[in-house]
């Protein structure tokens, strides 16, 4: 299978330099980008006057939460979890977190997002939705034991079952990563066993120092930080991605930077639950891989990377009152490059060798002219609703603002009927 992308101004390569060149792709990865390609292709694309981007990574979020979207809003996250969220989620079965998650991931796909990291339960419901949807997906069962061994026993056994599910569903599209929830959900035990997985070389995913809250209670609990006590279970490691890191002081960030983890900052969850502000510059200076995630819709409240991009940009500034922090390219290289990098993934960026995941997005709408700075644009003046096009491992996954692979109609009746009947 191979496809030819005629005419577009792409955002090439690591330096993301706007060049007017076609794009060739063979199987899952691109193989030429240069002016007038002369190449027979199964499918050609006609890209002019529209801009090819790399696909984004949302590297946090709950898709199947787009079924409690706007269902508790303005509240801090403790009470949102205990009291509205987890109580919304006890009615949620696999058919619902099935319907839910097909929702969240056409949104992914209609705002640009090609890749992109969950946490949930029923997840092998969640990797169907992704089969028909056809994103690039890295799945975890979130696993909350409460310092229960009976529970943790069960998360651990839901664990296995799930990742022996992806293992033989054998798609390369659709990986597992182990997802305990938090500190402060997850015992040492529990964390200890995951922190042994990871030995394995199997990615980690979990949520850290997101409110002061939960430094004061693992402190008192434990007397360390949260990062200090996932380093002393051997819980940090290249492979862990960890959300939020809102609440880190120089030292919890010399040892992310030395471990070499990944934070994803989801800056819409932190500001929608008065979490706080993550300490972005610290945090790059340091050395750490920041990547981006919208988080879950019911705190977001969607999942457009395009809108997380420019409240990255516009928070950092406002907050340390310093408007070069967080520039237009340097966000952008947190949506693509750092989430790839924290994925293991040659992805992220438009070159010969890379993978074929990206977005074709229409810049003849006045608020993305004249077209001074496509990137600028990009970060700034784009919404969701711009992307056309989008291709994930050299498959065409929505055409014309069309997802192929799933009926939208039917999912948008589906989760209405679910809010009526479950919600
Ligand atoms: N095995 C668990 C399921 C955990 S899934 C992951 C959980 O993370 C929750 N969640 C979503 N966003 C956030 C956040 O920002 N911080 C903490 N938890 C969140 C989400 O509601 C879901 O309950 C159980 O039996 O309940
Ligand atoms: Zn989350």
Redesign the pocket.
């Given at each position: 299978m191979s496809i030819l992308l005629r005419g577009g101004l792409v955002i090439y390569g690591e330096g993301f330099e706007p060049v007017r060149a076609d794009v060739l792709i063979e199987g899952d990865r691109i193989v030429r980008v240069a002016r007038g390609i002369s190449a027979e292709a199964d499918e050609v694309i006609d890209a002019s006057g529209r801009v090819i981007i790399p696909g984004l990574i949302n590297a946090h979020t709950?898709s199947p939460?787009t079924l409690l979207r706007g269902l508790a809003d303005d509240l801090p996250?403790m009470e949102w979890?205990q009291n509205y969220?987890?109580p919304a989620?006890r009615k949620l079965g696999r058919r619902e977190v099935y319907w839910g998650a097909l929702l969240g991931l056409i949104e992914m796909a209609k705002s640009g997002t090609t890749t992109f990291v969950d946490?949930?339960?029923h997840m092998d419901a969640v990797a169907e939705a992704v089969m028909k949807v056809g994103l690039r997906a890295f799945l975890g069962?979130?696993?909350?034991d409460l310092g229960n061994e009976e529970k943790r026993k069960a998360?651990i056994r839901e664990t296995e079952r799930f990742m022996k599910f992806i293992e033989e569903l054998g798609d390369r599209r659709i990986n597992f990563i182990l997802a305990p929830?938090?500190p402060y959900t997850c015992s040492p035990e529990c964390l200890r066993w995951v922190a042994e997985r990871a030995r394995e070389g199997i990615l980690v995913t979990i949520?850290l120092a997101?409110t002061r809250e939960e430094v004061k209670e693992i402190k008192e609990r434990y007397g360390m930080t949260p990062v200090q006590l996932l380093d002393s279970l051997g819980l940090l490691t290249p492979g862990t991605i960890a959300?939020?890191g809102v609440w880190l002081d120089e030292r919890d960030a010399k040892i992310l930077a030395t471990r070499e983890v990944t934070i994803v900052h989801?800056p819409a969850?932190n500001m929608k639950?008065a979490s706080g502000v993550m300490p972005l510059k610290m945090l790059l200076k340091a050395g750490v891989n920041v990547a981006l995630g919208t988080?879950?819709a019911?705190?977001n409240n969607n999942l457009d990377m395009l809108e997380e991009m420019k409240l990255v940009a516009l928070l950092h500034k406002v907050h340390t009152l310093d408007p070069t922090v967080a520039d237009a390219k340097m966000v952008l290289r947190m949506a693509t490059v750092h989430g790839a990098r924290a994925l293991g993934l040659k992805a992220g960026i438009i070159k010969e060798g890379y993978l074929a995941d990206l977005a074709v997005i229409d810049f003849r709408r006045p608020h993305l002219r004249p077209l001074n700075d496509p990137v600028s644009h990009l970060v700034y003046s784009a919404r969701g609703g711009d992307v056309e096009d989008l291709i994930v491992a050299g498959k065409i996954v929505m055409l014309d603002g069309e997802v192929l692979g799933v009926d939208e109609e039917k999912v948008l009746d589906k989760v209405e009927n679910i809010r009526e009947v479950v919600i």
């Open positions: 709950h939460m996250l979890l969220i987890w989620e946490m949930y339960f069962y979130g696993m909350v998360e929830h938090a949520h997101e959300a939020h989801c969850s639950l988080d879950g019911a705190s």
